[in-house]
């Protein structure tokens, strides 16, 4: 008479564990979708870097002024390794300090090693708060698209693709 309620028990455990079994085959098989997407997008990334050339990079390096979708795409590329904006007054004329990029991006693009760092990056370990803000505020904005970065510069191009990617 005791045999029964550990048999009614083992049969509890065996059906919490199927299902639990169940739920993690779906999450595997979500990951995997997930995954089939952003491979493709990371090959491709690492293929525009490869098409980025100096001279690409000097020109966008030169502009005093750079477009505004230049400025877009080196501001998530010092976002996503982490370079932070420097205060500068505002140019509309408010008086206020406000972040701006362009001074980090230059220095980040006179880096020899730019662009094999970026393809050396360490995509598997971004942080948290580095990915909620591309997130918010890059690949959400409309204007934020390797199309877009193209009519700017090849090298925008490129970059644009690669910050999507990771």
């Not at 299902?19 to 779906?26: D, F, H, R, T």
């Amino acid at each position: 008479e005791v045999v029964e309620p550990k048999k009614a028990q083992v049969d509890v455990e065996v059906a919490e564990a199927q299902k639990a079994g169940a739920a993690a085959g779906a999450v595997k098989a979500e990951c995997e979708e997930m995954l089939a997407e952003a491979i493709p997008a990371l090959n491709a990334a690492l293929t525009a870097l490869d098409t980025i050339k100096p001279a690409d990079i000097k020109l966008v390096q030169s502009f005093k002024n750079p477009p505004a979708t230049i400025k877009l795409v080196m501001e998530a590329v010092c976002v996503c390794l982490d370079i932070k904006p420097f205060k500068v007054v505002d140019p509309s004329g408010s008086g206020k300090k406000i972040e701006d990029y362009w001074e980090p991006s230059k220095k980040v693009l006179a880096d020899s090693n730019f662009v094999q760092g970026l393809r050396e990056y360490d995509k598997d370990n971004i942080a948290p708060r580095i990915i909620a803000s591309i997130r918010k505020t890059y690949t959400s904005n409309p204007d934020f698209t390797p199309a877009n970065a193209a009519k700017a510069s090849s090298a925008a191009e490129g970059l644009c693709k690669w910050v999507c990617a990771m």
